[in-house]
């Protein structure tokens, strides 16, 4: 398969919006319409292979070349500090990452006043790092799913998380206190198959370069 150019893509949305991309500049994979339990799939013709994995994972592929491209959230490569070439924003998957708490919290207090706080995250890294340059002492809860029950049930006040709408948020009582990052997909790739497969890969980004300025012109 080494003469394959093989992506690791996370499944659902992203995985859809990066193929939509794809076909503009000519890279498809029939094998890949209809519905399938399948997780690797193959365009023979011409020799592009697609994985389909967890998002969070998607950059480890990747940096052990597994993959030699892939399309991941910046809030993952963020959090996970992997050594990877990371040439384009792909300007689909929007969303914010945010510190939000209590709305009655936030009417009672100034953040800028933190010295000492408690916030539960998918995104320890990132939370720290953020704090760490404010001054801010903070002790982390790691979570993976409904973040934002923690403030519900006393286990922590504020929180980290992305936000999109900010819908689920209005729903249980939190509001936005302050945003760390604006998060888009980006393409990601393998630095040993940057070199290897330097002409094809070069080719891929070059392409994707011209069409998102395409779009970039039309708005």
Request: with cysteine.
């Amino acid at each position: 398969m080494s003469d394959y150019i093989t992506f690791a893509l996370p499944k659902g949305r992203i995985m859809q919006d990066s193929m939509e991309l794809f076909a503009r500049i000519g890279i498809t994979c029939p094998e890949m319409s209809g519905d399938s339990r399948k997780l690797v799939f193959e365009n023979p013709e011409t020799k592009f292979r697609f994985m389909a994995v967890r998002a969070t994972d998607v950059p480890t592929y990747v940096e052990y070349g597994c993959a030699d491209l892939g399309v991941v959230g910046k809030d993952t490569l963020l959090e996970q500090g992997k050594d990877l070439y990371e040439p384009l924003d792909l300007k689909f998957g929007y969303c914010r990452m945010v510190v939000a708490e209590p709305g009655a919290l936030l009417r009672d207090e100034d953040p800028a006043s933190w010295s000492n706080i408690r916030v539960a995250t998918k995104y320890p890294n990132i939370t720290e790092r953020y704090f760490a340059e404010r001054g801010v002492q903070v002790e982390l809860i790691k979570l993976y799913g409904s973040i934002e029950l923690a403030p519900l049930v006393g286990l922590a006040e504020r929180i980290v998380d992305l936000v999109s709408t900010g819908a689920t948020m209005r729903e249980n009582g939190l509001v936005e206190v302050e945003t760390i990052s604006e998060i888009t997909s980006r393409l990601i790739v393998n630095r040993a198959s940057l070199k290897t497969k330097h002409q094809r890969i070069t080719r891929i980004i070059q392409d994707l370069e011209r069409v998102l300025a395409e779009d970039a012109a039309k708005d």
